[in-house]
Nanobody, 123 residues
Framework: QVQLVESGGGLVQPGGSLRLSCAASGSIFSINAMGWYRRAPGKQRELVAT???????NYADSVKGRFTISRDNAKRAVYLQMNSLKPEDTAVYYCNAYVGTYIGGTLYYADYWGQGTQVTVSS
């Protein structure tokens, strides 16, 4: 009953910016870490950035200094501000959240994933 929905992807020129958003909904007891991952054509999914419930962040070296991850716990949302975009940033970006939810009266924690949003950086 948990859904993650991404938005904000699109086509931008090198050097441009995009802001990705992800909203979680459903029968959620808690959300711990949230993050963004991406999969470029022909490559495996890779970590882009993560943020804990307390606000601690972690970034891939390739995006550090250009991307900023943030979250709004009240809105159950996570964001990724992407600046100075490069062609190599082209990928499908996926929202991830480690979510606690009650199933049959028992609290379970599991990773949930959004469907992805396409980011294309090209002139």
């Amino acid at each position: 009953q948990v859904q993650l929905v991404e938005s904000g992807g699109g086509l931008v020129q090198p050097g441009g910016s995009l802001r990705l958003s992800c909203a979680a909904s459903g029968s959620i007891f808690s959300i711990n870490a949230m993050g963004w991952y991406r999969r470029a054509p022909g490559k495996q999914r890779e970590l882009v950035a993560t943020i804990t419930s307390g606000g601690s962040t972690n970034y891939a070296d390739s995006v550090k200094g250009r991307f900023t991850i943030s979250r709004d716990n009240a809105k159950r949302a996570v964001y990724l501000q992407m600046n100075s975009l490069k062609p190599e940033d082209t990928a499908v970006y996926y929202c991830n959240a480690y979510v606690g939810t009650y199933i049959g009266g028992t609290l379970y924690y599991a990773d949930y994933w959004g469907q992805g949003t396409q980011v294309t950086v090209s002139s």
